[in-house]
Protein backbone atom coordinates (compact mmCIF):
# COMPACT_ATOMS: atom_id res chain seq x y z
CA UNK A 1 0.00 0.00 0.00
CA UNK A 2 0.98 3.64 -0.69
CA UNK A 3 0.10 6.55 1.24
CA UNK A 4 0.90 10.40 0.36
CA UNK A 5 -0.47 12.78 3.02
CA UNK A 6 -0.61 16.48 2.82
CA UNK A 7 2.28 16.64 0.53
CA UNK A 8 3.13 20.15 0.41
CA UNK A 9 6.15 21.09 -2.39
CA UNK A 10 7.53 24.73 -3.75
CA UNK A 11 10.23 25.50 -6.61
CA UNK A 12 10.95 29.11 -5.26
CA UNK A 13 7.75 30.90 -5.98
CA UNK A 14 6.37 28.12 -8.40
CA UNK A 15 4.39 25.21 -5.81
CA UNK A 16 3.97 22.39 -7.39
CA UNK A 17 2.07 20.31 -4.69
CA UNK A 18 -0.58 22.30 -2.46
CA UNK A 19 -1.56 19.71 0.33
CA UNK A 20 -2.01 16.34 -1.69
CA UNK A 21 -3.22 13.55 0.27
CA UNK A 22 -4.48 10.06 -1.33
CA UNK A 23 -4.28 6.03 -0.89
CA UNK A 24 -3.21 3.55 -3.26
CA UNK A 25 -4.25 0.35 -2.23
CA UNK A 26 -3.47 -3.36 -2.63
CA UNK A 27 -4.69 -5.47 -5.81
CA UNK A 28 -5.82 -2.06 -6.90
CA UNK A 29 -4.66 -0.28 -10.18
CA UNK A 30 -5.00 3.15 -9.80
CA UNK A 31 -4.29 5.90 -12.36
CA UNK A 32 -2.99 9.83 -11.25
CA UNK A 33 -4.35 11.93 -13.55
CA UNK A 34 -4.50 15.83 -14.22
CA UNK A 35 -2.60 18.50 -16.74
CA UNK A 36 0.73 19.12 -17.93
CA UNK A 37 1.97 20.69 -14.81
CA UNK A 38 -0.84 19.90 -12.38
CA UNK A 39 1.99 18.45 -9.82
CA UNK A 40 1.84 14.86 -10.50
CA UNK A 41 5.51 14.15 -11.51
CA UNK A 42 6.38 16.28 -8.40
CA UNK A 43 4.35 14.17 -6.45
CA UNK A 44 6.09 10.93 -7.75
CA UNK A 45 9.52 11.80 -7.70
CA UNK A 46 8.86 12.64 -3.17
CA UNK A 47 7.47 9.23 -3.13
CA UNK A 48 10.05 7.48 -4.97
CA UNK A 49 12.80 9.76 -2.61
CA UNK A 50 14.16 11.71 -5.31
CA UNK A 51 12.72 15.04 -3.88
CA UNK A 52 12.04 15.64 -0.13
CA UNK A 53 8.68 17.49 0.57
CA UNK A 54 8.32 20.75 1.91
CA UNK A 55 5.88 19.47 4.87
CA UNK A 56 4.00 16.29 4.60
CA UNK A 57 4.83 12.53 4.31
CA UNK A 58 4.75 9.41 1.80
CA UNK A 59 5.29 5.74 3.00
CA UNK A 60 5.34 2.34 1.20
CA UNK A 61 3.44 -0.41 3.19
CA UNK A 62 3.53 1.54 6.58
CA UNK A 63 7.65 2.48 6.13
CA UNK A 64 8.00 6.21 5.62
CA UNK A 65 10.68 7.68 3.29
CA UNK A 66 11.55 10.33 5.55
CA UNK A 67 12.92 8.44 8.12
CA UNK A 68 13.79 4.56 6.33
CA UNK A 69 14.24 5.49 3.35
CA UNK A 70 16.32 2.80 1.60
CA UNK A 71 13.49 0.13 3.37
CA UNK A 72 10.66 1.81 1.04
CA UNK A 73 12.55 2.50 -2.14
CA UNK A 74 12.94 -1.24 -1.64
CA UNK A 75 9.51 -2.04 -1.63
CA UNK A 76 9.00 0.13 -4.82
CA UNK A 77 9.55 -0.79 -8.43
CA UNK A 78 9.44 2.08 -10.23
CA UNK A 79 9.25 2.93 -14.11
CA UNK A 80 10.14 6.43 -14.72
CA UNK A 81 9.24 8.25 -17.94
CA UNK A 82 12.95 8.40 -18.82
CA UNK A 83 14.01 4.58 -18.73
CA UNK A 84 17.68 5.53 -18.20
CA UNK A 85 18.82 2.54 -20.19
CA UNK A 86 22.91 2.09 -20.66
CA UNK A 87 23.54 1.91 -24.31
CA UNK A 88 26.89 -0.41 -24.38
CA UNK A 89 24.80 -2.97 -21.72
CA UNK A 90 22.41 -5.78 -23.07
CA UNK A 91 18.93 -6.61 -21.53
CA UNK A 92 20.31 -9.57 -19.44
CA UNK A 93 22.98 -7.40 -17.82
CA UNK A 94 20.16 -4.12 -17.14
CA UNK A 95 18.46 -7.00 -15.30
CA UNK A 96 21.54 -8.18 -13.38
CA UNK A 97 22.76 -4.76 -12.40
CA UNK A 98 19.99 -3.62 -11.27
CA UNK A 99 18.58 -6.61 -9.26
CA UNK A 100 22.29 -6.94 -7.91
CA UNK A 101 21.69 -3.16 -6.32
CA UNK A 102 18.94 -4.69 -4.99
CA UNK A 103 20.38 -7.74 -2.96
CA UNK A 104 20.05 -10.19 -5.94
CA UNK A 105 22.74 -12.67 -6.68
CA UNK A 106 23.84 -15.96 -8.08
CA UNK A 107 21.14 -18.76 -9.13
CA UNK A 108 18.07 -16.66 -7.88
CA UNK A 109 18.85 -13.63 -9.51
CA UNK A 110 19.13 -15.63 -12.79
CA UNK A 111 15.92 -17.69 -12.51
CA UNK A 112 14.11 -14.35 -11.98
CA UNK A 113 15.93 -12.76 -15.28
CA UNK A 114 14.85 -16.14 -16.99
CA UNK A 115 11.72 -15.12 -15.32
CA UNK A 116 11.50 -11.80 -16.43
CA UNK A 117 12.55 -12.71 -20.10
CA UNK A 118 9.51 -15.36 -20.69
CA UNK A 119 7.33 -12.68 -18.53
CA UNK A 120 7.82 -9.71 -21.13
CA UNK A 121 8.70 -11.97 -23.84
CA UNK A 122 12.73 -10.91 -24.24
CA UNK A 123 14.26 -13.53 -25.37
CA UNK A 124 14.83 -12.66 -28.87
CA UNK A 125 16.71 -9.47 -27.31
CA UNK A 126 17.72 -10.73 -23.90
CA UNK A 127 21.35 -10.57 -25.30
CA UNK A 128 21.87 -8.14 -27.20
CA UNK A 129 23.08 -4.03 -26.76
CA UNK A 130 20.18 -2.30 -25.73
CA UNK A 131 21.60 0.59 -28.12
CA UNK A 132 19.45 0.77 -31.53
CA UNK A 133 16.60 -1.08 -29.28
CA UNK A 134 12.83 0.00 -30.20
CA UNK A 135 10.68 2.13 -27.96
CA UNK A 136 9.21 -1.51 -27.24
CA UNK A 137 12.07 -3.11 -26.49
CA UNK A 138 13.73 -0.04 -24.40
CA UNK A 139 10.27 -0.40 -22.42
CA UNK A 140 10.15 -4.11 -21.53
CA UNK A 141 14.01 -3.87 -20.56
CA UNK A 142 12.51 -0.67 -18.02
CA UNK A 143 9.70 -2.71 -17.23
CA UNK A 144 11.98 -5.73 -16.14
CA UNK A 145 14.55 -3.40 -13.96
CA UNK A 146 11.65 -2.46 -11.55
CA UNK A 147 10.26 -5.75 -11.48
CA UNK A 148 13.54 -7.80 -10.84
CA UNK A 149 13.68 -7.27 -7.17
CA UNK A 150 9.66 -8.89 -6.98
CA UNK A 151 8.26 -5.90 -5.25
CA UNK A 152 4.58 -5.48 -4.01
CA UNK A 153 4.44 -2.15 -5.32
CA UNK A 154 4.86 -0.44 -8.93
CA UNK A 155 4.31 2.63 -9.43
CA UNK A 156 4.97 3.56 -13.31
CA UNK A 157 5.13 7.08 -15.37
CA UNK A 158 3.00 6.68 -18.59
CA UNK A 159 4.20 3.17 -19.09
CA UNK A 160 2.36 2.93 -22.89
CA UNK A 161 4.11 6.41 -24.14
CA UNK A 162 5.05 5.59 -27.75
CA UNK A 163 4.01 1.98 -27.75
CA UNK A 164 2.30 0.10 -31.10
CA UNK A 165 -0.81 -1.78 -30.30
CA UNK A 166 0.07 -4.81 -29.51
CA UNK A 167 2.80 -3.49 -27.26
CA UNK A 168 0.34 -1.64 -25.30
CA UNK A 169 -1.64 -4.63 -24.97
CA UNK A 170 0.95 -6.75 -23.52
CA UNK A 171 1.66 -3.95 -20.87
CA UNK A 172 -2.32 -3.96 -20.41
CA UNK A 173 -1.30 -7.92 -20.05
CA UNK A 174 1.04 -7.28 -17.39
CA UNK A 175 -0.91 -4.70 -15.24
CA UNK A 176 -3.73 -7.07 -14.93
CA UNK A 177 -1.54 -9.85 -13.97
CA UNK A 178 0.25 -7.51 -11.16
CA UNK A 179 -3.28 -6.70 -10.09
CA UNK A 180 -4.64 -10.23 -10.47
CA UNK A 181 -1.39 -11.19 -7.85
CA UNK A 182 -2.23 -8.55 -5.09
CA UNK A 183 0.66 -5.94 -6.03
CA UNK A 184 -0.43 -1.97 -5.40
CA UNK A 185 0.22 -0.32 -8.65
CA UNK A 186 0.09 3.17 -9.77
CA UNK A 187 0.41 4.57 -12.80
CA UNK A 188 0.58 8.31 -14.55
CA UNK A 189 -0.90 8.35 -17.92
CA UNK A 190 -2.86 10.99 -20.05
CA UNK A 191 -4.82 8.38 -22.28
CA UNK A 192 -8.54 7.91 -21.44
CA UNK A 193 -8.17 5.15 -22.73
CA UNK A 194 -6.07 3.42 -20.45
CA UNK A 195 -7.76 4.71 -17.78
CA UNK A 196 -10.95 3.13 -19.06
CA UNK A 197 -9.29 -0.35 -19.95
CA UNK A 198 -7.33 -0.62 -16.46
CA UNK A 199 -7.94 1.41 -13.48
CA UNK A 200 -9.98 0.39 -10.28
CA UNK A 201 -9.57 3.74 -9.21
CA UNK A 202 -8.26 7.28 -10.58
CA UNK A 203 -6.57 10.22 -8.61
CA UNK A 204 -7.07 13.84 -10.72
CA UNK A 205 -4.46 16.69 -9.35
CA UNK A 206 -4.85 20.03 -10.82
CA UNK A 207 -3.40 23.01 -9.37
CA UNK A 208 -1.17 21.00 -7.48
CA UNK A 209 -4.03 19.31 -5.23
CA UNK A 210 -6.60 16.40 -5.61
CA UNK A 211 -9.48 17.70 -7.05
CA UNK A 212 -11.16 14.35 -7.73
CA UNK A 213 -10.69 10.71 -6.61
CA UNK A 214 -12.91 6.96 -6.99
CA UNK A 215 -13.76 4.41 -8.98
CA UNK A 216 -14.50 5.88 -13.37
CA UNK A 217 -17.95 5.75 -12.79
CA UNK A 218 -17.64 7.84 -9.65
CA UNK A 219 -15.70 9.95 -11.61
CA UNK A 220 -18.05 10.41 -13.91
CA UNK A 221 -21.47 10.49 -12.40
CA UNK A 222 -19.92 13.60 -9.76
CA UNK A 223 -19.30 15.49 -12.51
CA UNK A 224 -22.47 14.72 -14.33
CA UNK A 225 -20.53 13.95 -18.09
CA UNK A 226 -20.73 10.28 -19.98
CA UNK A 227 -17.79 10.14 -21.11
CA UNK A 228 -14.35 9.52 -19.17
CA UNK A 229 -13.12 12.28 -21.22
CA UNK A 230 -15.22 14.95 -20.27
CA UNK A 231 -15.65 13.94 -16.42
CA UNK A 232 -11.47 14.53 -17.09
CA UNK A 233 -11.83 18.27 -18.25
CA UNK A 234 -14.85 19.02 -15.67
CA UNK A 235 -13.17 17.89 -12.50
CA UNK A 236 -9.83 20.07 -13.63
CA UNK A 237 -11.73 22.55 -14.59
CA UNK A 238 -10.48 23.27 -18.19
CA UNK A 239 -9.09 21.73 -20.96
CA UNK A 240 -5.19 22.63 -20.45
CA UNK A 241 -2.67 20.49 -20.84
CA UNK A 242 -4.97 17.31 -22.24
CA UNK A 243 -2.78 14.66 -24.33
Known sequence: MIQLRDLHKSFGPVRALA????????????GLLGPNGAGKTTALRILYGVLDPDRGSAAVDGVDLA??????????????????????????EHLRYFGRLHGGSGPALEARIEELAALLDMGEFLDRRTDGFSQGQKLKVALGKALVHDPRNVVLDEPTSGLDVAGTRA???????????????LF????????SALCDR??????????????????????????????????????????
Not at 19 to 26: E, L, W, Y
Not at 171 to 185: K, N, P, S, T, Y
Open 188 to 195: STHVMQEV
Open 171 to 185: VRALLRRLRDDGRCI
Open 19 to 30: GVTFDVADGRIT
Open 202 to 243: VVVIARGQVVAEGTPDDLRRSTGQESLEDAFVAAIGSEEGLG
Open 67 to 92: GRRLEAQRRLGVLPHSHGLYPRLTAR
